[in-house]
């Protein structure tokens, strides 16, 4: 019964429409218009949005009918779109196959996006792919403030089918970990613990649920 329960939640997939942009809203409109050869590095702290946003943009590729991939630590193909995350992870041999496929891709005019934590120019990678990073379109995708990430929370928790009070909102985020896909993990074990008793969301079952995960660690 209980995964009968959790089966019933939605699937929660990133899309450019389910991003809340805050101070990255210039950024959400040059993706939103962005189709094929370009080059676009996202940069900034863990917990951004980085990933929310190279995902989304392999998603939107995909129902389009576009072959695209998204990689974290290694390098894929070359396709019509590739996303590599974290680049700042990458080792010597996987570096070089970026650097292949940032040449491959801007000769065949495919779409490629990758995010690091920091500028181009402070990346501790090859020489000549951290110029070549630098070479595209550069946004510092910008952390939410505690009002944007309470409309982030607010979203998600519409987007699985089930209503977020004020309060537990308060809660999520004076006692919750900061960064954002940390919130909605939180989010989603709260929507799952309420699912097996079959209760509205409220600031005991969302303690119950912080209780249970600090017992795991």
Known sequence: MSQMLLDI???WVPSLDNFVAGRNIELL???RETTSAQIIYLWGAAGGGKTH???AMVARAR???RAAHYACGVVPEAVEVVAVDDVETLDDSAQIALFELYNRMR???GLLLASGAQAPAHLELRDDLRTRLGWGLVYQVHALNDAEKADALRQHAGARGFELPPEVVTYLLR???RD???LLALLDALDEHCLRLKRLASVPLLKEVIQQLSGLK
């Open 63 to 65: 129902t389009e009918g």
């Open 107 to 109: 000769e065949q005019g």
């Open 53 to 55: 946003l190279l995902q």
């Open 9 to 11: 939640a939605p699937e």
């Open 180 to 182: 954002l896909p940390s």
């Open 175 to 177: 006692h919750g970990r």
């Open 29 to 31: 409109s040059v993706l």
